[in-house]
């Protein structure tokens, strides 16, 4: 069974603050997803990374695909209160195009 | 444009009874997706269509399970004899690009 582990899973921090969730797995995933989640709603596509060592930003977010395609990280810089949500990540696995499995998620809440 | 519907958006039933959960894709979008998500978890893969095929049934828990897409547009879960530990949130995705899923608001199954 493959698995994709968040940490941490609850994150209370400050507005202007830096935080970083990690995603990992002991199986290799062909890419990882990270999508976001507000209440009541379903999971937003953030980002897609493919290729081992990946580096993608996207405004204050930093996602990164580690070498060996078993991790991932995200990285928020200087937090707002509108980056609360359910964050989740989310990967295919080698032998799957289209069966996402997903971690368990970090939620955050950035206070003003 | 519009996004993945789902209905009902809530639906409480008495232990035992059949549920139908409909999903209403994004136009033109092939590919179906039903998840099941548990509170404060991420999505858990349950059933897979290309068109109107059923391509992977294999995340639907047991036989009282079933979905189907008969035209290759909207899609029905259906749940018989339900149990209370069916009660979670029922999401729908639906995709052109099969990494880039889009997800319904979900169906809250409440099993009393």
């Known amino acids: ?112 | 444009g519009a996004g993945v519907s789902q209905s009902p958006r809530y639906k409480v039933t008495k232990r035992g009874q059949d549920v139908a959960l409909r999903c209403d894709p994004i136009s033109g979008h092939v590919s179906l997706y039903w998840y099941r998500q548990a509170l404060g978890q991420g999505p858990e893969f349950l059933t897979y269509f290309n068109y109107e095929a059923q391509q992977d049934k294999s995340g639907l828990p047991n036989d009282r399970f079933s979905a189907e897409r008969p035209e290759g547009s909207i899609s029905t879960l259906t749940i018989q004899r339900t149990e209370q530990r069916d009660s979670a949130m029922y999401r729908c995705a639906s995709s052109f690009l099969a990494y880039e899923q889009y997800f319904g608001p979900g169906t809250r199954l409440t099993v009393t």
């Open chain 1, 1 to 112: 069974t493959q698995l994709l582990e968040q940490s941490p899973q609850f994150l209370s921090i400050q507005e202007g603050e830096n935080l970083t969730v990690y995603c990992n797995s002991s199986s290799v995933f062909s890419s990882l997803q990270w999508y976001r989640q507000e209440p009541g709603e379903g999971p937003v596509l953030l980002v897609t990374v493919v290729t081992g060592g990946e580096v993608k930003k996207l405004k204050r977010l930093t996602f990164q695909f580690g070498d060996a395609r078993k991790d991932s990280s995200l990285h928020i810089t200087a937090a707002q209160p509108g980056d609360t949500g359910l964050y989740l990540c989310a990967g295919f696995p080698m032998d799957s195009s289209y069966k996402l499995i997903f971690g368990s998620g970090t939620r955050l809440l950035v206070r003003p």
